[in-house]
């Protein structure tokens, strides 16, 4: 069974400008998860998704970040405009609702 | 508002010595309880999961964790560790929702 995927892997961009990262579950999980982990911290739960519906996104940076699923299969996080502290791994994960859930090997984004 | 707390931000063992990393939870109910391990550069990986029954939980490479409801703990330990073993290590919980609140992490070291 394929994991999640994500892409790209790494990502340098200067502050301001925009970036988008995208994400495809593991095939028949419903839900799926974007995380933001700064360098020597757990990772942060960013929003939520069930089916192509926001289950929660309370700690969504809203001003510069967003998010769709569009047919409740593949995701798209994106940044605009990006910040230094934005510098972090960003993982998705997906999981059958209720369930473990399953990462993705995240996105390494440094701001410059 | 459930927590999650891995008092040992560094552990450093023996190759072959045993291992035990502390997790302590806070949530009113039994939370669903899960460890994950992380090596450098790459995504967590589910080592075990505890949803309910029995509180001795098996999980891959030979880890297992004790969920204990006095003490609000679910430790994890291995009998024997392997210089493999190096990594990070996140304690995690959930509520009903799914919202996986995460450890700050245990770093690994593993002395040959």
């Known amino acids: 069974e394929a994991g999640v995927a994500q892409s790209p892997r790494y990502k340098i961009i200067e502050k301001r400008q925009s970036v988008a990262f995208w994400c495809n579950p593991i095939?028949?999980?419903?839900?799926l998860y974007w995380y933001q982990q700064i360098l020597g911290q757990g990772p942060k739960l960013l929003i939520q998704f069930q089916n192509n519906g926001v289950v929660d996104d309370s700690q969504l940076p809203k001003d510069r970040f967003s998010a769709e699923r569009l047919k409740g299969v593949d995701s798209t996080l994106k940044i605009q405009p990006a910040k230094l502290e934005d510098s972090a791994v960003y993982l998705c994960?997906?999981?059958?609702?209720?369930?473990?859930?399953?990462f993705g090997p995240g996105t390494r984004l440094t701001v410059l | 508002a459930q927590s999650v707390t891995q008092p040992d931000i560094h552990i450093t063992v023996s190759e072959g010595a045993s291992l035990e990393l502390r997790c302590n939870y806070s949530y009113g109910a039994t939370p669903y309880l899960f460890w994950y391990v992380q090596s450098p550069g790459q995504g967590l990986q589910l080592l075990l999961k505890?949803?309910?029954?029995?509180?001795l939980v098996q999980g891959i490479k030979g880890f297992e964790a004790e969920f204990k409801r006095s003490q609000s703990s679910f430790n994890l330990r291995k009998p024997s560790v392997h210089w493999s073993d190096a990594a990070e290590y996140f304690c995690?919980?959930?509520?009903?929702?799914?919202?996986?609140?995460f450890g700050g992490g245990t770093r690994l070291m593993v002395k040959p």
């Open positions: 095939s028949g999980h419903a839900t």
């Open positions: 995690a919980s959930n509520n009903a929702g799914n919202m996986l609140t």
């Open positions: 994960a997906s999981s059958v609702t209720g369930k473990a859930q399953y």
């Open positions: 505890y949803f309910s029954g029995d509180t």
